[in-house]
């Protein structure tokens, strides 16, 4: 075996080795009812599975259409949270076939799908910006784009949740920037969760500002208003 070779295949054993050790100390738990040993028990997939949709389908200031597909609680908030915040991207898949299913009822015409960026601060912490992984799901279910790369986020924001009405607006202005031709494109907007909806209307904001021809924006869930 080439000496290169020989080395890989170390390289993968220690890493095998590190990752059964991280898991002797560290075991994994599931993301909704902290179950020892497994990351999604099948009693919380399926519960998340079976949580009807709850349409709450809107027109915004500056989208077109605007929806979630339930409410920001229970199962669907644990799920959304803990793809968001704590690694579980695993949670991508049955939350990005509620988007689908969704998307087909509400029947809505668009050509490119993008998500909701985060700055590249955020991303880096995180690693992965999940919105971003529910877009490519459905871009791929519906045999579509999914434009990583059409709109920037140039300022990073706080999180808007726990913020009123008036913060929400400002906190998200002059946040987006287009950096890609979208003239004449019916865009859909991805995002992980809504509240106030500012987010994706200043998204939408600029986006048509550099000519898009409809803005759409669909969330897994709908956080409160107040």
Same mark, same amino acid.
């Given at each position: ?23 002797? +100390? ?124 059409? +709109? ?75």
């Amino acid at each position: 075996m080439p000496e290169t070779a020989a080395w890989a295949d170390k390289w993968s054993h220690l890493l095998l080795a590190a990752e059964w050790l991280t898991d002797l +100390v560290f075991p994994p738990l599931c993301w909704c009812c902290d179950r020892v040993d497994v990351r999604s028990c099948q009693d919380c997939l399926r519960a998340l599975q079976a949580a009807p949709l709850q349409m709450t389908a809107r027109r915004a200031d500056k989208l077109d259409r605007e929806a979630a597909t339930g409410p920001h609680e229970g199962k669907l908030r644990s799920a959304v949270h803990a793809l968001k915040y704590t690694g579980y991207k695993e949670l991508a898949d049955p939350l990005a076939e509620r988007l689908i299913h969704a998307l087909r009822w509400l029947d809505w015409s668009f050509d490119i799908i993008l998500p909701v960026p985060l700055h590249s601060e955020r991303l880096r912490e995180r690693g992965y910006n999940q919105s971003e992984l529910l877009a490519e799901r459905v871009a791929v279910a519906l045999s579509m784009y999914c434009a990583t790369d059409f +709109v920037a986020r140039v300022r990073k924001t706080e999180q808007q949740a726990q913020r009123s009405p008036a913060e929400r607006k400002s906190n998200v202005e002059g946040a987006f920037e287009v950096v890609a031709d979208v003239a004449g494109l019916r865009i859909l907007l991805v995002d992980d969760v809504v509240t106030s909806g500012e987010t994706l209307n200043e998204c939408a904001s600029v986006l048509r500002k550099h000519g898009a021809a409809a803005v759409f924006g669909i969330a897994v869930s709908r956080g409160g208003q107040s």
